[in-house]
């Protein structure tokens, strides 16, 4: 902001500034406290240009308000109180100037000391007091100060009459009232709070602090004091300069960019049932709600660059808060274009954008997909893929004839459905509709048990058609497992309840049942005897499903063992 802005005039004066401050503290020549009045001069000559800018802004700030009061009138109002606080702050530094040198010289010249001939222009000097002078007078800058070195008068006139600390009440509350007006902006509150310091300043040595008026006027040649009364001028503008583009800013922020505008028409769907309606918002892209477009819908031609008239029969559309509904009933199936223009007023006149758009009419329907695959398993979550062509997954939700159904994850269509007996079950889809639930459809599903597992011992291995396993390691295996090979859905569990083996025991046969999936003592002591070389047959197996209460046992395959 300000720090970014300066020109190089106004820095070089600023280098210059800090450069002839410190050689105030010394006993410097005439040569160079004459210097230091040019370089007042040239701080008044910046100011004077920040107040010509600024006023330039204000003109803008009045157009803008007179175009549209509603959305700019309130920025111009703001705009115009910072004005008014800066003006009284620089009139009171002005009139701190003009006391100072009048203390000083005994008179003062205003406006210009000397003509092009180098001779001193005798009738723009005054004796007058500042409340005495004209306002044009009062608007004069200061041309020419005498007593340059003059240590006493900045003292007495500022520091010990108090104006110096009304000075530094008012920069302060103008400083606050800025940096309410920045709010977030860390630049321009950052610029703010250095150029209108008025923290009191260190002492030498680690001394007390010393006060802001005695640090910048007690003991001060007059020529410096005039100067940094002048610097404190041209901050104030540049502080009101960087506050009212901060506004401008916000009023643009606000405004309708018609450069690069855009007319928007955006259906509620581009896909509409028959015999229902098809509806869509009509405005600008960056539309101003403090004024109303006006819409039509229909066939337009182009009659020159930028420029658009309608023809033949068309509609105007209702405006509401920018916005346009535009409402047809679809009664034929197909893709139907449709299209119109925008007309709205702008700073450079009216201007006219045109609009285009299709959408897609359907007879109704509805689509179901299983995710696996063509049947749905009795109490198993089965995935479903569900989706109704012209609405979003939101929009639609499902009921199912058998079991329970619902969603995994509505925004996508993913349903998980749950049969509870065998048989059948359909699955209907719904659609909102102008707020109402209407049917889409329905799918039937064939309902299946889920496949019976196989029997399998641990570290058993399958040679050709045989299983092969160790006798110690069958013993060591602990029992019989179900195993539900080659099935997509998870969580489904078996767990044998009963079965037989059967072995050589001791030169005979024996045959021993069991409950539950372990081996029971003695199918351990036939395993053991068993010789290598002979079988172990695992029959009458069966197995239920764990992860639900609700299906019957299964029989399974046996299972025949080689001791190796």
């Known amino acids: 902001m300000a720090g970014g802005n300066l020109s190089p005039r106004q820095k070089m004066i600023n280098m210059m500034y800090l450069v002839l401050t ?85 008179s003062v010249f205003l406006g210009q000391y000397k003509d092009l001939d180098g001779e001193i222009i005798e009738g723009n ?42 000075l530094k009440q008012q920069i302060n509350s103008f400083k606050n009232n800025m940096l309410t007006i920045a709010g977030d902006n860390e630049v321009l509150a950052l610029n703010i709070k250095s150029a209108l310091d008025t923290q009191d300043k260190n002492g030498k040595g680690g001394s007390a602090k010393i006060p802001w008026e005695k640090y910048n006027f007690l003991d001060m040649p007059s020529v410096g004091a005039l100067t940094l009364l002048s610097k404190m001028q041209s901050d104030v503008r540049n502080t009101e300069a960087d506050i009212i583009k901060l506004l401008k800013e916000n009023i643009d922020a606000g405004s309708l960019k018609f450069t690069s505008a855009e007319a928007i028409q955006i259906p509620t769907s581009t896909f509409v049932l028959r015999g229902d309606s098809f509806r869509s918002q009509i405005f600008i892209s960056a539309k101003d709600t403090t004024q109303d477009p006006l819409i039509y819908v229909g066939e337009y031609d182009s009659i020159g660059p930028g420029k658009y008239e309608m023809v033949g029969d068309y509609d105007t559309i209702k405006v509401l808060n920018g916005k346009g509904i535009f409402s047809r009933r679809a009664n034929v199936t197909g893709m139907q274009n449709w299209g119109g223009l925008i007309s709205m007023k702008t700073e450079s006149g009216t201007k006219t954008y045109p609009f285009k758009g299709n959408y897609l009419v359907a007879n109704k329907t509805a689509v179901v997909s299983p995710v696996n695959m063509n049947i749905l398993y009795l109490e198993v979550d089965n995935p479903l893929q569900i989706s109704v062509p012209g ?139 068993t010789k290598s070389g002979n079988t172990i047959t695992i029959s009458n197996i069966k197995a239920r499903r764990v992860d639900t209460k609700n299906t019957k046992e299964r029989q399974l395959d046996p299972l025949v063992l080689e001791i190796k």
């Open 22 to 106: 410190a050689l105030l503290a010394l006993n410097v020549s005439k040569e160079v406290l004459n210097s230091f009045f040019e370089v007042n001069t040239g701080v008044v000559r910046t100011t004077t240009n920040f107040t010509s800018k600024n006023m330039e802004s204000y003109n803008d700030f009045t157009a803008a308000a007179e175009l549209n009061p509603v959305k700019a009138g309130p920025f111009k109002d703001q705009a115009f109180a910072v004005k008014r606080e800066a003006d009284a702050i620089v009139n009171f530094i002005q009139e701190l100037k003009y006391g100072l040198v009048l203390a000083v010289d005994k």
């Open 391 to 529: 609405f979003s997954a939101g929009e639609i939700t499902a009921s199912i004839s058998n079991g329970s159904i619902v969603p995994i994850k509505k925004s996508s269509g993913e349903y998980k459905a749950r049969p509870s007996k065998k048989g059948k079950a359909s699955v209907t889809l719904y659609a909102k509709i102008n707020d109402k639930r209407t049917k889409m459809g329905a799918v039937e599903f064939r309902v299946k048990e889920v496949p019976p597992p196989k029997a399998k011992v641990q570290l058993a291995k399958q040679a050709g058609g045989t299983w092969m396993i160790d006798k110690m390691q069958l013993v060591n295996s602990g029992g019989v497992l179900a195993e539900l090979k080659d099935f997509d859905f998870k969580g489904v569990r078996y767990l044998i309840t009963s079965y037989r083996l059967t072995g050589m025991y001791k030169g005979e046969q024996m045959k021993e049942d069991t409950k539950g999936p372990e081996f029971s003592p003695k199918m351990i002591n036939i395993i053991k005897n």
């Open 125 to 166: 000097e005054t004796e007058l007091i500042w409340d005495k002078l004209s306002k044009e007078q009062k608007k004069l800058p200061i041309a020419n100060l005498n007593n340059k070195e003059n240590r006493d008068m900045s003292g007495e006139t500022l520091v010990n009459t108090g104006k110096a600390s009304s």
